[in-house]
């Protein structure tokens, strides 16, 4: 059996304009919403991203998120959104110097990401890593891997991975 074909891109992109530290490049979310996007959005680690539809979670208060809660014990139930993008801190450093904060446990917070997504929805992982599955990870469904740069740093290069979680069938009784 052969694996199925999946999006593959770079894209280069402007210098975020929003002054956080951290913030999405400039024309990231436009060139998302062209290729995956839901009605019900979660946005993990949000930061100073805003969505008026959708939810974002910081565990930062002062940033304004939506819900301040942490990305290692997400308060939504199960298969609650269509559309979950994380974008933690990409080390332990960045974690302290940017943020003040201690780094996240990455397998479980992609884990309880993974666990709000719905089935057919979208799970958007903004790295400088490409999760695979392990232990306590059970990703399948992988349909695009993005390379992102900005236009003046491409020493900061990311990925954005992307799943689409498998329908699952309810159990016949």
């Not at 956080?20 to 839901?38: D, E, H, M, S, T």
């Not at 949000?46 to 959708?54: A, F, K, T, V």
């Not at 208060?61 to 801190?89: K, Y």
């Given at each position: 059996?052969t ?9 280069i ?7 956080y ?5 400039n ?9 995956w ?7 993990i ?8 539809s ?26 609650s959104?269509d ?6 801190p ?26 709000v997504?719905?089935s057919?929805?979208h ?6 890593t490409?999760p695979?599955?392990?232990a ?9 891997i ?13 990925a ?9 069938l309810?159990?016949w009784?």
């Amino acid at each position: 059996m052969t694996r199925p074909p999946y999006f593959r891109d770079i894209w280069i992109l402007g210098p975020n304009g929003t002054g956080y530290p951290g913030g999405f490049p400039n024309g990231l979310v436009p060139a998302i919403k062209r290729k995956w996007w839901g009605s019900r959005r979660l946005w993990i680690c949000s930061g100073s991203h805003r969505d008026e539809s959708g939810v974002c979670l910081d565990i930062k208060r002062e940033v304004g998120p939506t819900v301040v809660g942490n990305a290692e014990q997400l308060p939504f139930r199960d298969g609650s959104f269509d559309f979950v993008l994380m974008d933690p801190p990409y080390s332990e450093g960045e974690a302290r110097a940017l943020y003040d904060l201690p780094y996240l446990r990455l397998r479980r917070s992609i884990s309880e990401a993974w666990r709000v997504t719905e089935s057919g929805g979208h799970f958007l992982f903004f790295h400088r890593t490409i999760p695979t599955n392990g232990a306590e990870l059970e990703l399948t469904g992988l349909c695009g891997i993005i390379g992102v740069a900005v236009l003046a740093s491409w020493a900061n290069m990311r990925a954005l991975t992307v799943w689409r979680k498998p329908h699952r069938l309810e159990r016949w009784s």
